[in-house]
């Protein structure tokens, strides 16, 4: 990214906050959700870069079968929260940032897919490819994932994301916050009960893309909420 570029978005944050989570009950109920009974109806947002977006994975969104989205494999016909993203024309290089936050020990379980334009899947990426993260100077607690995409050589063409069905209901581990307090400091604190959260079908995810491959300016644009 040029320098100027990178100047443009750290002066973003005098006119606008780093995004939190929202404080809104999310919609578990996904029978009255519209859409979808094939992959191209879904409604498209362009990715264009740089790019950031946080959205809110529950039954407001369309919803879409998991069979369509993982035909290879003995997925049932549940339906869940979907989005979907067409990447412009001519971008040659692109870098995705996809982050799940921890919300009352529970998030949403992500899984990413990856189509070139006739909708042939060129790559998954489900919940075990996303890392943990407790909340730092780099962000709330999270788990999140970096994806690096050349559309001009692999045809990349859009992007889903959906629920990772076999992962729901399943817990991972977290770093308690005083257990990381004492690691901070280089103290021994107190042993502390083991903290996990629940993955879930609903949740709150930040989408942000960057043509440089430097995990520090996708960090800088999700913390700064660019769009």
Known sequence: MKLRSLMTIVAALTVSACSGIPEKE??????????????????MTQLSVPFHQQVI???HL???????L??????????????????????ESLSLLIRSYI?????FAPSIYVFDKRWRL??????????YYPTA???????EASIALEPQRDN????VVSADSTKLDSAINRIHPEDLYSESQQIIGNKQLPLTATLSSVGIIDVTASKSTNSAVLTLLAELGVS
């Open 26 to 43: 999310l919609k578990t109920d996904f029978n009255d959700s519209s859409c979808c009974s094939q992959l191209s109806a879904l409604p």
């Open 70 to 91: 993982n035909y290879n494999t003995q997925a049932d016909s549940q339906r869940f929260p979907t989005i979907a993203y067409k990447i412009r024309d001519k971008t």
């Open 137 to 143: 100077m780099q962000g709330l607690e999270r788990i």
């Open 122 to 131: 060129l790559g998954q990426y489900s919940t075990n490819d996303f890392t």
């Open 57 to 59: 994975m529950d039954g």
């Open 103 to 107: 919300k009352n020990d529970a998030l």
């Open 156 to 159: 990349a063409q859009f992007i």
């Open 62 to 68: 369309p919803t879409l079968s998991s069979s369509l």
